[in-house]
């Protein structure tokens, strides 16, 4: 991966990471923010002006636009969303570690392959791809993240 798009998953990552967080609402809202006109700017130089970046933290965050359509939708409640240069991270709250298995079944089911999963009883980690497209879960039974690249 080259240093742009490492920069990009970088700051989605932490765009995701922050959108967790829920006290000290003004101050997350406004690293945020930061955080958002970062991931565009870093867009911006990577693929051009007017690049297109997805941002979404909070209540009622939503799938990216892009997410592909036969992978399943992550468990546990979405609290961030961030989507930009053919690459997207998810975070999520409050699904089990069942759950996230059952989310690595479901997208092997749906023609993903399994490359890496080291997996134990209270954490997920685990590398899937199809094509070029990849999808890393990392998570426990607090939160996980979703990170897909090659989209």
Request: with cysteine.
């Amino acid at each position: 991966m080259n240093t742009a798009l490492k920069r990009l998953s970088a700051i989605g990552l932490s765009a995701a990471l922050l959108g967790g967080f829920t006290a000290c609402a003004s101050q997350v809202e406004n690293a945020i923010d930061q955080v958002q006109e970062k991931a565009t700017q870093a867009a911006n130089d990577v693929l051009g002006e007017g690049s297109d970046v997805q941002f979404d933290s909070g209540d009622g965050v939503a799938l990216p636009s892009t997410w592909p359509s036969n992978l399943p939708t992550p468990p546990g409640k979405i609290t961030a969303a961030v989507a930009a240069a053919g690459s997207q991270n998810v975070t999520t709250n409050g699904a089990s570690i069942a759950e996230l298995k059952t989310f690595i079944e479901d997208a092997k089911t749906a023609g993903y392959s399994e490359t890496v999963n080291v997996s134990t009883e209270s954490n997920v980690v685990a590398t899937l791809t199809q094509g070029a497209a990849s999808v890393s879960i990392v998570g426990d039974a607090n939160s996980a993240l979703f990170t897909l690249t090659g989209l």
